[in-house]
T-cell receptor, first 113, second 113 residues
């Protein structure tokens, strides 16, 4: 059974700092990996999706990497801003039927002025 | 822009009541999903549906049922609500298997007293 772990559970950084969020998964037979952002009391917003054949994806100040063989992904946020404060979730889609995602428990990020 | 809507943002019900949570998507997606999100446990899949009138159990289906009579609508039913079903419920939709993202609704915060 796939298990997804995100470390750290919470992170506080000063504005302007570059930071890395980590995600690890136990079963490397994945179809893709997706990073989401969740603001308090709200739904999830998809940030980046990396296919199993890809190594990384970039969107603006965000860069996500994937090392499928080692079961790891990182989300790099450049020049962090207070508006980046949120919980970041990673989710993997297995190669089985359907489009089921297994989620990590998230990293709660706070960017301070 | 994909839109997934949920019938209520906040809901308070009494133990033993029958509860309906509604989800509607406007992008003709075949796949729809219900998750619940609890602190420390992350998002867990309750049920999903590949098509109209088709459903499959997720990881934690006990105490829940679903209905999908129309492609755009996926309902989660709590036959007899219990206090341990107090949670944030999130609906999502996506196209069939492929490099597709899941799109999430804003969530329903259900409290069972």
């Amino acid at each position: 059974k796939q298990e997804v772990t995100q470390i750290p559970a919470a992170l506080s950084v000063p504005e302007g700092e570059n930071l890395v969020l980590n995600c690890s998964f136990t079963d490397s037979a994945i179809y893709n990996l997706q990073w989401f952002r969740q603001d308090p009391g709200k739904g999830l917003t998809s940030l980046l999706l990396i296919q199993s054949s890809q190594r990384e994806q970039t969107s603006g100040r965000l860069n996500a990497s994937l090392d499928k063989s080692s079961g790891r992904s990182t989300l790099y946020i450049a020049a962090s801003q207070p508006g980046d404060s949120a919980t970041y979730l990673c989710a993997v889609r297995g190669t089985g039927g359907g489009n089921k995602l297994t989620f990590g428990t998230g990293t709660q990020l706070k960017v301070e002025l | 822009d994909v839109k997934v809507t949920q019938s209520s943002r906040y809901l308070v019900k009494r133990t033993g009541e029958k509860v309906f949570l509604e989800c509607v998507q406007d992008m003709d997606h075949e796949n729809m999903f219900w998750y619940r999100q609890d602190p420390g446990l992350g998002l867990r899949l309750i049920y999903f549906s590949y098509d109209v009138k088709m459903k499959e159990k997720g990881d934690i289906p006990e105490g829940y049922s679903v209905s999908r009579e129309k492609k755009e609508r996926f309902s989660l039913i709590l036959e007899s609500a219990s206090t341990n079903q107090t949670s944030m419920y999130l609906c999502a939709s996506s196209f069939p298997p492929g490099p597709r993202e899941q799109y999430f609704g804003p969530g329903t915060r259900l409290t069972v007293t």
